[in-house]
């Protein structure tokens, strides 16, 4: 049988029994106080449940009355404008009547007197309406702080009620009850890492040289899931069993947040970690298996989460950089990679000849049966890129899948070297000339060495 499988059905078991023996104590426990308290807690819930349906009903009240101040308050407005533009064409009218003494204009001068006198009064109804309504507004509003209070005030009582019938509980009660709260962790625990491991195979294919970029930054994701989810469930079970031992967690987070602010200089830098993790992550900077270099620092990816990530380099040294001391990154492997190479090789050679050659090996890299697959186009000749102190460089480059431009640039080496030595082309290394002047001075060292040149000739002779 596998040893995952013997694993699981060990802790079912496990909290199979548990929960019996778990059951068996609180049957023998559960008399007495504990039992009237549980009642209480039952009360109390009923009551938290009716007045927040309570609350929802008097809810659609204030947004109905709200619905009608609104209207009021544009009714009484609309009369009041109207009104007062009756009343300026009254005006108007009159002027105009006394100046032509026009009785027809008089007549039509005291309607609109009239009508204003209407709309100011429609004006008056509505604003007398408009303070009703703000008045049962303000009554609906204080029934609802009122109850919602009220639910307040319960929910600390059935709070107050667990905490008392934790202290109530027995010490090993409580260690039986808080059991199956590390086992639901440790099953989540499990759970968690089987599902990511099961989508890391999905993901996987081993037939591929290098994964795209879309699976890498899924195990890059994967392993950020990871990470908050252990740090999730490490909290949900602290949590309930500082519950289930009758501590309060609530004045503990407040303590935390204090304390927060007590060590807020050193907190900044926790937050600017999290926040340029953020955005390494969101902007796809580096993944998983990626080799960067950051800042000083340089290795494969073997992990990122929102706080550092994990290098690897290539002496086997891990390296944990903080992503808030990040300012810049290089990539080595992202989408492609270049293998960029300058070879030297001495003034005599016909650099023609030689660039040629450079092409061939390169052709034949791009047929080989396992190479081929890690080059993306031919051989890009550059040219001549430098006149040396001992020789001509000449500099090129291949397009490689990401991260393989190494392997291609340490074979194309090797080739290169075994083919200038077929073809007797010469790969310069550093010469020193020693020039021994020309004054009088030195003329015992010149036929010093002139007849130790001669001496050696004659040893060859014999």
Same mark, same amino acid.
């Given at each position: 049988?596998?040893?995952?499988?013997?694993?699981?059905?060990?802790?079912?078991?496990?909290?199979?029994?548990?929960?019996?023996?778990?059951?068996?104590?609180?049957?023998?426990?559960?008399?007495?106080?504990?039992?009237?308290?549980?009642?209480?807690? =039952?009360?109390?819930?009923?009551?938290?449940?009716?007045?927040?349906?309570?609350?929802?009903?008097?809810?659609?009240?204030?947004?109905?009355?709200?619905?009608?101040?609104?209207?009021? !308050?544009?009714?009484?407005?609309?009369?009041?404008?109207?009104?007062?533009?009756?009343?300026?064409?009254?005006?108007?009218?009159?002027?105009?009547? !006394?100046?032509?003494?026009?009785?027809?204009?008089?007549?039509?001068?005291? +309607?609109?007197?009239?009508?204003?006198?209407?709309?100011?009064?429609?004006?008056?109804?509505?604003?007398?309406?408009?303070?009703?309504?703000? +008045?049962?507004? @303000?009554?609906?509003?204080?029934?609802?702080?009122?109850?919602?209070? =009220?639910?307040?005030?319960?929910? *600390?009582?059935?709070?107050?009620?667990?905490?008392?019938?934790?202290?109530?509980?027995?010490?090993?009660? *409580?260690?039986? @009850?808080?059991?199956?709260?590390?086992?639901?962790?440790?099953?989540?625990?499990?759970?968690?890492?089987?599902?990511?491991?099961?989508?890391?195979?999905?993901?996987?294919?081993?037939?591929?040289?290098?994964?795209?970029?879309?699976?890498?930054?899924?195990?890059?994701?994967?392993?950020?899931?990871? $990470?908050?989810?252990?740090?999730?469930?490490?909290?949900?079970?602290?949590?309930?069993?500082?519950?289930?031992?009758?501590?309060?967690?609530?004045?503990?987070?407040?303590?935390?947040?204090?304390?927060?602010?007590?060590?807020?200089?050193?907190?900044?830098?926790?937050?600017?970690?999290?926040?340029?993790?953020?955005?390494?992550?969101?902007?796809? =900077?580096? @993944?998983?298996?990626?080799?960067?270099?950051?800042?000083?620092?340089?290795?494969?990816?073997?992990?990122?989460?929102?706080?550092?990530?994990?290098?690897?380099?290539?002496?086997?040294?891990?390296?944990?950089?903080?992503?808030? !001391?990040?300012?810049?990154?290089?990539?080595?492997?992202?989408?492609?990679?270049?293998?960029?190479?300058?070879?030297?090789?001495?003034?005599?050679? *016909?650099?023609?000849?030689?660039?040629?050659?450079?092409?061939?090996?390169?052709?034949?890299?791009?047929?080989?049966?396992?190479?081929?697959?890690?080059?993306?186009?031919?051989?890009?000749?550059?040219?001549?890129?430098?006149?040396?102190?001992?020789?001509?460089?000449?500099?090129?480059?291949?397009?490689?899948?990401?991260?393989?431009?190494?392997?291609?640039?340490?074979?194309?080496?090797?080739?290169?070297?075994? @083919?200038?030595?077929?073809?007797?082309?010469?790969?310069?290394?550093?010469?020193?000339?020693?020039? $021994?002047?020309?004054?009088?001075?030195?003329?015992?060292?010149?036929?010093?060495?002139?007849?130790?040149?001669?001496?050696?000739?004659? *040893?060859?002779?014999?």
């Amino acid at each position: 049988m596998n040893r995952r499988i013997k694993n699981t059905l060990l802790c079912v078991i496990c909290l199979g029994l548990v929960l019996s023996f778990n059951a068996v104590v609180f049957a023998q426990t559960g008399g007495g106080k504990v039992e009237e308290l549980e009642a209480k807690a =039952q009360e109390t819930k009923e009551a938290i449940k009716e007045k927040k349906e309570s609350v929802e009903e008097v809810e659609k009240i204030a947004e109905f009355v709200e619905k009608e101040k609104i209207i009021a !308050e544009e009714q009484a407005k609309i009369k009041s404008e109207e009104a007062e533009i009756a009343k300026k064409e009254a005006e108007i009218l009159k002027r105009e009547a !006394e100046i032509k003494d026009d009785a027809a204009l008089k007549k039509a001068a005291e +309607k609109l007197v009239v009508e204003a006198e209407k709309l100011e009064q429609e004006a008056d109804i509505y604003k007398e309406k408009l303070g009703f309504i703000e +008045k049962k507004e @303000r009554i609906v509003r204080e029934k609802l702080d009122r109850q919602q209070t =009220q639910i307040n005030t319960l929910i *600390n009582k059935l709070h107050d009620i667990k905490l008392e019938k934790a202290g109530e509980r027995g010490v090993i009660e *409580n260690m039986v @009850r808080a059991v199956p709260i590390f086992i639901m962790g440790f099953i989540l625990f499990l759970l968690l890492k089987f599902s990511l491991r099961s989508f890391e195979k999905i993901l996987s294919n081993k037939t591929v040289i290098r994964e795209d970029a879309i699976t890498l930054r899924m195990r890059t994701l994967s392993k950020l899931v990871s $990470w908050l989810g252990n740090i999730i469930i490490v909290i949900l079970v602290i949590y309930f069993t500082l519950e289930n031992f009758g501590f309060s967690p609530a004045p503990l987070i407040a303590g935390a947040g204090i304390v927060g602010l007590a060590f807020g200089f050193g907190g900044q830098y926790l937050i600017r970690d999290i926040i340029n993790g953020i955005f390494i992550l969101l902007e796809d =900077q580096y @993944r998983i298996h990626d080799v960067v270099k950051l800042g000083e620092y340089g290795g494969l990816v073997e992990d990122i989460n929102l706080r550092i990530t994990t290098l690897r380099d290539l002496a086997g040294r891990v390296i944990i950089v903080p992503n808030g !001391e990040i300012k810049t990154v290089v990539n080595y492997t992202k989408g492609y990679a270049q293998a960029l190479l300058e070879i030297g090789v001495a003034y005599k050679e *016909n650099v023609d000849k030689v660039m040629q050659v450079i092409k061939d090996v390169g052709k034949e890299m791009r047929d080989d049966s396992h190479y081929g697959r890690l080059i993306l186009n031919d051989l890009e000749m550059l040219g001549v890129d430098d006149f040396a102190n001992s020789a001509v460089i000449i500099k090129f480059r291949i397009k490689t899948l990401p991260i393989k431009q190494w392997d291609v640039m340490r074979e194309f080496r090797r080739r290169l070297k075994n @083919r200038f030595d077929e073809l007797g082309i010469e790969i310069p290394f550093p010469h020193t000339t020693l020039y $021994w002047g020309a004054g009088h001075d030195n003329d015992w060292l010149r036929n010093l060495a002139a007849q130790q040149s001669a001496e050696g000739k004659g *040893n060859v002779n014999g």
